[in-house]
């Protein structure tokens, strides 16, 4: 080979390393999509579907880092940039925050349909003649005018109080007890046990449903929706998130679950003590099939294929 055609065969590889350079760096994601911050309100449905999240993007190459923010500060800090993700926008439930906080959130998909939430009571109870929100009142001394809810700020807690304010199902004397999750299940726990009288905040999917035999109460339309207070949960994002790291968005639009599913991770965390992230890899493991929908379109951060990545990540 001549000294020029030398010098024009290193001329043409070079710019076709140059070429491939740029492709290979146009595929990957932008630095500042590297890390991945996402709400929780503590509740076990969106630290089952938060494991599943992170697990998914940690395989991909991603850092993610889970806060525990009530609902009202969640949508607060998707308004400010804190938070990217918020997998548990209950709809109509968090309907008022998300008309709120329509223009600094972008609504990717619903994740989850055919739930539950509204008001439930042991069976016992409803046995006893508690069908309907109209009910509770003529049972008020064994209720002990209490109405158990979740997280202080969360918008059922808020129609609840908004229930008794307006003296609905004749219900002005009632007050609502406003703890976490956890320590209203010790309550129902501890009522199960002694076979007493209680109303707490119920939902579906949850362990609760499996763990204990409740009854949902109907009549409650106007605070909770239609159908036992049949819901949605969509998957919400801060403003312009998957424009800014389109992969991330890319995964976030493929992600749907079951009812079954979340019951299956949620019940394994609660049974077995195991972190959600744990529980994710394990359902995963034994359900690689569902990659191939979610990873659609999807690649690890620095560009390449998904798939392969994640199923070693995985150990599948």
Same mark, same amino acid.
């Given at each position: 080979?001549?000294?020029?055609?030398?010098?024009?065969?290193?001329?043409?590889?070079?710019?076709?390393?140059?070429?491939?350079?740029?492709?290979?760096?146009?595929?990957?994601?932008?630095?500042?999509?590297?890390?991945?911050?996402?709400?929780?309100?503590?509740?076990?449905?969106?630290?089952?579907?938060?494991?599943?999240?992170?697990?998914?993007?940690?395989?991909?190459?991603?850092?993610?880092?889970?806060?525990?923010?009530?609902?009202?500060?969640?949508?607060?800090?998707?308004?400010?940039?804190?938070?990217?993700?918020?997998?548990?926008?209950?709809?109509?439930?968090?309907?008022?925050?998300?008309?709120?906080?329509?223009?600094?959130?972008?609504?990717?998909?619903?994740?989850?349909?055919?739930?539950?939430?509204?008001?439930?009571?042991?069976?016992?109870?409803?046995?006893?003649?508690?069908?309907?929100?109209?009910?509770?009142?003529?049972?008020?001394?064994?209720?002990?005018?209490?109405?158990?809810?979740?997280?202080?700020?969360?918008?059922?807690?808020?129609?609840?109080?908004?229930?008794?304010?307006?003296?609905?199902?004749?219900?002005?004397?009632?007050?609502?007890?406003?703890?976490?999750?956890?320590?209203?299940?010790?309550?129902?726990?501890?009522?199960?046990?002694?076979?007493?009288?209680?109303?707490?905040?119920?939902?579906?999917?949850?362990?609760?449903?499996?763990?204990?035999?409740?009854?949902?109460?109907?009549?409650?339309?106007?605070?909770?929706?239609?159908?036992?207070?049949?819901?949605?949960?969509?998957?919400?994002?801060?403003?312009?998130?998957?424009?800014?790291?389109? !992969?991330?968005?890319?995964?976030?639009? !493929?992600?749907?679950?079951?009812?079954?599913?979340?019951?299956?991770?949620? !019940?394994?965390?609660?049974?077995?003590?195991?972190?959600?992230?744990?529980?994710?890899?394990?359902?995963?493991?034994?359900?690689?099939?569902?990659?191939?929908?979610?990873?659609?379109?999807?690649?690890?951060?620095?560009?390449?294929?998904?798939?392969?990545?994640?199923?070693?990540?995985?150990?599948?």
């Amino acid at each position: 080979m001549s000294t020029q055609k030398l010098k024009n065969w290193c001329k043409t590889t070079a710019g076709i390393a140059l070429v491939l350079s740029g492709f290979s760096s146009y595929a990957a994601e932008p630095q500042q999509c590297k890390k991945v911050t996402l709400s929780d309100p503590g509740w076990s449905d969106i630290g089952a579907t938060n494991g599943v999240v992170t697990t998914l993007l940690e395989g991909l190459g991603y850092q993610t880092e889970v806060y525990l923010l009530g609902v009202p500060v969640g949508f607060k800090s998707l308004k400010s940039g804190e938070v990217d993700v918020f997998m548990g926008n209950w709809m109509p439930a968090q309907k008022n925050y998300a008309e709120k906080y329509q223009q600094d959130i972008d609504i990717i998909r619903t994740n989850l349909s055919g739930v539950k939430f509204t008001l439930a009571v042991p069976n016992y109870v409803y046995d006893a003649g508690v069908h309907d929100f109209k009910d509770l009142n003529r049972f008020a001394d064994q209720f002990r005018s209490r109405i158990y809810g979740i997280s202080a700020g969360s918008p059922a807690n808020d129609n609840i109080k908004k229930m008794i304010e307006t003296n609905d199902f004749g219900l002005k004397d009632w007050r609502i007890v406003e703890s976490g999750e956890q320590a209203m299940l010790s309550e129902v726990n501890r009522a199960f046990r002694r076979n007493q009288f209680i109303v707490f905040l119920g939902w579906e999917p949850h362990p609760m449903n499996v763990n204990f035999d409740i009854r949902y109460l109907s009549g409650g339309d106007k605070y909770f929706g239609p159908d036992y207070g049949s819901a949605t949960i969509r998957t919400v994002t801060r403003t312009g998130y998957s424009q800014e790291c389109s !992969n991330v968005g890319k995964l976030l639009s !493929n992600l749907s679950f079951t009812v079954g599913m979340e019951n299956e991770l949620i !019940n394994q965390t609660n049974k077995d003590g195991i972190k959600p992230k744990q529980a994710a890899r394990d359902w995963i493991r034994q359900h690689p099939e569902t990659l191939n929908q979610w990873l659609k379109g999807v690649t690890t951060f620095s560009g390449k294929d998904a798939l392969p990545a994640m199923k070693q990540a995985l150990k599948i």
